[in-house]
Every structure is written in structure tokens, then in C-alpha cells.
């Protein structure tokens, strides 16, 4: 069986996370990988996974049927006009770029592009990706789930809607930056009772995975959760308190309205 040809135009932090995800996995076997960058070094250190340098993005697009845009939103513009001579009725182009419709993927290259829109996060670096996937209507199901499996294999991976690509990224593109402030808070608070910053940052990260795995396995509601850690009269409720005289959830919708708000900005 022929393998399937996969392309990165960049190779940066994320773009190598996801070729060393799919070097990595079993559906690996049947894909071969192109990548162009600027750098060569970075080029050179993917090379141990498989990865062919190919000399710029023209080449990458003329090589493969599926071609990952893993640019800054800032540049995608040039590099989309550098490879439409080379985008062709057959070709899939998977855009990582925040806010970057598949309307204006398809002004800069070909009216009837295939374009999937992915928001991944950067716990994909780890393996542990939570990753928002869409297409356009000229993606077949078959090609839609190529892709899909490539970010399965470095997480999990979700569909939703094409025109709610912009909002999903405060919820799993920028959470983590959003979570690591949390998380800062609470190993703050711990320096200043005398209790070490590595010690505080263990077990605040464990309480994170062990939370995470009660919302997704635990089969209780959030508001259930809630309520089992919190004794009547106890300290959690304390706590809780002041969280809720401070709106914590009315923030973070402050903050995810703000997000998306930006990525609209972007995509103008």
C-alpha cells in the first residue's frame, strides 16, 4: 500500500510535536513526512523521526496530498501565496494558525481548496493534546479522518462546528496558559506559609489530574463534584466562598470572551 504523504510548512514547536506524534504511532507506519523550515537545524533533529527536509514550502505542497500550515497567524498570508501555484483541487491544507478561516485559506490559493482548521494546545508536546478539529465541505469523511487520527495520536481529539473554531480556542487552545496562572496562584500562596514551591507544584499538578480524571470518569456533574469535596461548615466551602464573592466563573467568561475576541481581530 502506498504511503500517505504528509507535509509541514514549519517546524516549530508545535509542527515537530505533532510529526514526532505521528512518527511515533502506529499509524505512522503508513505515512511518510515532509517538512520545510527556515532553520535547518530544526530539520536536521527531525530527520531522526523520519522526516524528509524538502528545500521550501513550494516543495512541500508539489510532494504531499496533505499539507499542514504549522505558521505564525501573522505570516500564513505570504506563505499561502508562495505555494497556490502548487495548491491543486486534490490537495488537503490543515491550518494550525489561530483564527485563519478556510475562506481566506481558499482567497489566497484556490476557490475549492480542501481545508481542515485544527486548534491544538501545547500539552500535545507531551503526548497530551486536547485538539479542536473542522473542515470545509470539500473534504471527504475518509481525508477528515487522516487528519483526525494524527491528533488522536497525539491526544484526544474533537469535531466541532467550522464557525465555532474561533471560540473553542479559550476553552483548549490558551486554557493551559490560563491554568498555569491558576496554578501559580496556588504555589504562591504556599511559599508564603513556609511550605516549599516544589512541594506545593506536585501535588497542586497531581490535583490536577486526578480532577481532570473525576470530570471526565467519575460520571458525577461538575456541581456534583463540587459538592463532595465540600463539608458543610468545613474549609472547602471557605474557600469556595471567596472564589464566588470574587466571580470566578464570571472572569473566566471575562477571559474567553477576550480570547475570542482577538482571534476575530486576527482573522481580518
Not at 22 to 43: M, R, W
Not at 134 to 152: G, M, P
Request: proline share 3%; aromatic share 6%.
Amino acid at each position: 500500500m502506498e504511503k500517505i504523504k504528509i507535509g509541514f510548512i514549519g517546524a516549530g514547536n508545535m509542527g515537530a510535536a505533532i510529526m514526532k506524534g505521528i512518527s511515533a504511532s502506529e499509524a505512522g507506519k503508513n505515512i511518510e513526512l515532509y517538512a520545510a523550515d527556515p532553520n535547518a537545524e530544526k530539520l536536521e533533529e527531525l530527520a531522526e523521526y523520519g522526516v524528509i527536509a524538502c528545500f521550501d514550502a513550494v516543495e512541500v505542497t508539489e510532494k504531499c496530498g496533505y499539507v499542514f500550515l504549522a505558521v505564525k497567524p501573522q505570516v500564513i498570508e505570504g506563505v499561502l501565496e508562495s505555494i497556490a501555484p502548487a495548491v491543486t483541487a486534490d490537495k488537503v491544507l490543515v491550518s494550525i494558525a489561530a483564527g485563519i478561516s478556510d475562506e481566506f485559506i481558499a482567497s489566497k490559493t484556490i476557490a475549492d481548496a480542501k481545508v481542515i482548521l485544527v486548534m491544538p494546545n501545547t500539552p500535545l508536546l507531551l503526548g497530551e493534546g486536547a485538539s479542536a478539529l473542522s473542515k470545509n465541505e470539500n473534504v471527504t469523511d475518509e481525508e477528515f479522518e487522516i487528519i483526525l487520527n494524527v491528533f488522536r495520536a497525539c491526544g484526544k481529539a474533537a469535531v466541532v462546528p467550522k464557525n465555532k473554531m474561533k471560540e473553542i480556542i479559550a476553552v483548549n487552545g490558551s486554557s493551559p496558559a490560563f491554568i498555569y496562572l491558576f496554578a501559580k496562584g496556588f504555589v504562591e500562596y504556599a511559599d508564603t506559609v513556609g511550605i516549599s514551591p516544589e512541594a506545593a507544584l506536585e501535588l497542586f499538578s497531581q490535583s490536577l489530574i486526578g480532577s481532570a480524571k473525576m470530570l471526565t470518569e467519575s460520571g458525577y456533574t461538575i456541581d456534583e463534584l463540587i459538592k463532595m469535596v465540600s463539608s458543610p461548615g468545613g474549609t472547602t466551602l471557605a474557600g469556595l466562598d471567596r472564589l464566588y464573592e470574587g466571580r470566578l466563573t464570571d472572569t473566566v467568561k471575562n477571559c474567553c470572551e477576550s480570547c475570542t475576541k482577538r482571534a476575530y481581530e486576527l482573522s481580518k
